[in-house]
């Protein structure tokens, strides 16, 4: 069978990158990993989780967990997320939330919603690999968001144009970036929404790590700042808040959920009726009762832990990393961002570091949309002990300290 014959256009982008394949080694029981960008398992409110599928089941909603269920999402949810957004600034009614499997499958309904292809998405360089991922998928081309420049919008709308379409959307992950872990200033955030403005064009804001902010001054949502610019009017604005309870209570529940103007959220619907109907009912109930009981006290845990790891390894970089090394300083999220001297290459240096020092990251070259980003790379911590921190970072500046002698 000559299957590229079949193909359509869109799947000629859904290429498996080297990255993963060098990732597999992994395996290997000796290798320190920073790679994964993952929650620790030992972290997982599994006892909470197992309770409450026993209490969904045998509760007066056991028959209804196991049905098919609205598009929507399982309204008590629905109106849990709508407590939690007026915490943050996001007053909304439950017509304004949208639960999903995983905030992943926004991404996609989102790139379904609006990119024909050609058709542009502003994103950041780098931005989190997963979303190029889904948009890729509808054949669109990239234009960079940010620094901010003096840049004017007119040029974002001519380079859409050359390249046979319009600017569809700009995309942000405003809290904790993956993959480089900074945070968006407010400034930046207004930034963004004037530049949305006159392109009259929506804003993607990825709050998938907001919840885990260690240290630092919080930053109001986008979204918060979008219903402020229309006096508390969450339905005039132009925000999409992607939330997601993988980094807080379990990824593999596969529950995330948007926060949006009710019209767009309507149109969500009818995408989702179309793809899956709707997420799992069990388990909306189930993180409903878990959210609903040990939501505080699971994220305290865990900024507690992941706070004492982020320390550790920006403590181990300082100590390791010989002179023409940077890399940022988190507030919150997963992620250290490393920037190696010019002319370096992260990907080469990665089957360095795994056949030599036994030690992987993220080569930041695929969180690119344009490719650059050789000389770059992610380093996650949510996953690492003391010890690997110490012995794997240390490793790794003892590598590149030899590269740069070579
Ligand atoms: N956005 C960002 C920035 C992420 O890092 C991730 C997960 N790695 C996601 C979205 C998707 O998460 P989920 O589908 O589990 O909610």
Request: proline share 5%.
């Amino acid at each position: 069978m000559d299957w590229e014959k079949v193909f359509a256009s869109r799947a000629m982008r859904m290429k498996a990158s080297e990255i993963r394949e060098l990732l597999k080694l992994l395996e290997q029981p000796d290798i320190i990993s920073f790679a994964g960008g993952i929650p620790d398992v030992a972290l997982f409110p599994k006892e909470a989780v197992s309770k409450a599928y026993g209490e969904v089941l045998a509760g007066d909603q056991g028959d209804a967990a196991l049905q098919y269920s609205v598009s929507e999402g399982y309204k008590p949810l629905r109106d849990w997320i709508v407590k939690e957004m007026a915490k943050i600034g996001i007053p909304c009614n439950a017509t304004n939330v949208f639960i999903t499997s995983g905030s992943q499958q926004v991404l996609d309904y989102l790139g379904k919603l609006f990119l024909s292809p050609n058709d542009t998405a502003l994103v950041t360089w780098p931005t989190y690999m997963g979303a190029l991922g889904a948009f890729n998928a509808y054949e669109p081309t990239y234009d960079k968001l940010l620094p901010m420049s003096n840049r004017p919008a007119s040029s974002y709308v001519d380079a859409a144009e050359k390249a046979g379409g319009r600017v569809k959307f700009a995309y942000a992950v405003a809290e904790f970036h993956n993959p480089t872990g900074e945070t968006m200033t407010k400034g930046e955030r207004e930034w963004l929404l004037d530049l949305a403005e006159t392109l009259d064009i929506p804003v993607v804001e990825d709050a998938a790590y907001q919840a885990l902010r260690y240290d630092g001054e919080t930053v109001p949502p986008i979204l918060a700042l979008d219903i402020a610019r229309h006096g508390g009017d969450i339905n005039k604005t132009r925000t999409f808040y992607c939330g997601s309870f993988s980094k807080t209570l379990a990824p593999g529940l596969r529950v995330g959920w948007v926060v949006a103007n009710e019209e767009v959220v309507r149109k969500l619907v009818l995408i989702k009726q179309a793809a899956d109907l709707h997420s799992s009912t069990i388990n909306q109930m189930v993180i409903g009762k878990v959210a609903d009981g040990v939501f505080a006290e699971q994220v305290e845990k865990i900024k507690r832990v992941y706070s004492h790891r982020r320390n550790q390894m920006l403590a181990a970089l300082q100590k390791s990393m010989p002179a023409g090394v940077e890399w940022t300083k988190p507030e919150g999220g997963m992620f250290v961002w490393v920037t190696l001297p010019k002319g370096m290459d992260g990907a080469a240096l990665l089957a360095k570091a795994i056949a030599e020092a036994k030690v992987a990251f993220v080569p930041g070259r695929a969180f690119h949309a344009d490719g650059s980003g050789q000389n770059t790379l992610r380093l996650s911590f949510s996953c690492a002990s003391d010890e690997m921190i110490e012995t794997g970072i240390s490793r790794l500046g003892s590598l590149i300290r030899s590269e740069l002698a070579a």
